[in-house]
């Protein structure tokens, strides 16, 4: 059982900076792929980005590609999104996953554990 515990949202300004963070619990988390995902308003979930449980893999959405950032530090159990150049498009709830496996991607049915997401606005 992995719990995921997400930061960091809050509300900025176009072409600002932003920095999200999930905590994870549970003694699995350093052999868990995780991802980023994000819902806007009326919109559906869309994959952000992923990372391989060793940090050696990443693969992005093709919206935030080269503008995004996602790590990990299995030292202390967390995943990171460095987000720049935010545009209001990038509104939206972002949402930390984990997966029972060591490499997963852009599903949702690939990720077993949710956090309760984090609210990024991006003003215009």
């Known amino acids: 059982q992995v719990q995921l515990v997400e930061s960091g949202g809050r509300l900025v300004q176009a072409g600002d900076s932003l920095s999200l963070s999930c905590v994870a619990s549970?003694?699995?988390?350093?052999?868990?792929?995780m991802a980023w995902f994000r819902q806007g308003v009326g919109k559906e979930r869309e994959f952000v980005a992923a990372?391989?449980?060793?940090?050696?893999?990443?693969y992005y959405g093709d919206p935030v590609r080269g503008r995004f950032t996602i790590s990990r530090n299995n030292a202390d159990n967390t995943v990171s999104l460095q987000m720049n150049s935010l545009t209001p498009e990038d509104t939206a709830v972002y949402y930390c996953?984990?997966?029972?496996?060591?490499?997963?991607?852009?599903?949702?049915?690939?990720?077993?554990?949710w956090g309760q997401g984090t609210q990024v606005t991006v003003s215009s």
């Open positions: 549970g003694p699995t988390f350093r052999t868990s792929a």
């Open positions: 996953a984990a997966a029972n496996v060591r490499y997963a991607f852009s599903g949702d049915y690939e990720h077993d554990y």
């Open positions: 990372i391989s449980w060793n940090g050696n893999l990443t």
